[in-house]
């Protein structure tokens, strides 16, 4: 059984930095296709950034040049670096993961994401 475990949220001013960790438990294909969404209060989940398992990444632009995706394949852990925090960065942040047939499908929103964690909050304040 495939289980993402996220942690790292907080409570942080405008302007500061958090990292947001996902254990990965159980996923056993050597090919995958790793990313963050959020959704805020009252919109719709949006994609952040997206990892393949040859180290390609993809961000929304909203957070391009701020936030971090990285992966340590020894640990199964995937990390989002996130700096220079705002206040629209504010929402339930989660990991999730899928198999990965390779080439450039690995992107922000890719809808091949079997696994899902249970999200880790993080809130930015002005």
């Known amino acids: 059984q495939v289980q993402l475990v996220e942690s790292g949220g907080g409570s942080v001013q405008s302007g500061g930095s958090l990292r947001l960790s996902c254990a990965v438990f159980?996923?056993?294909?050597?090919?995958?296709?790793m990313g963050w969404f959020r959704q805020a209060p009252g919109r719709e989940r949006e994609g952040v950034a997206a990892?393949?398992?040859?180290?390609?990444?993809s961000y929304a632009d909203s957070v391009k040049g701020r936030f971090t995706i990285s992966q340590d394949n020894a640990k199964n852990t995937m990390y989002l670096q996130m700096n220079s925090l705002k206040p629209e960065d504010t929402a339930m942040y989660y990991c999730a993961a899928g198999f990965w047939w390779g080439g450039s499908s690995c992107r922000v929103n890719y809808d091949g994401m079997d696994y899902w964690g249970k999200g880790t909050l993080v809130t930015i304040s002005s």
């Open positions: 159980g996923y056993t294909y050597s090919s995958v296709c």
């Open positions: 990892i393949d398992s040859d180290g390609g990444t």
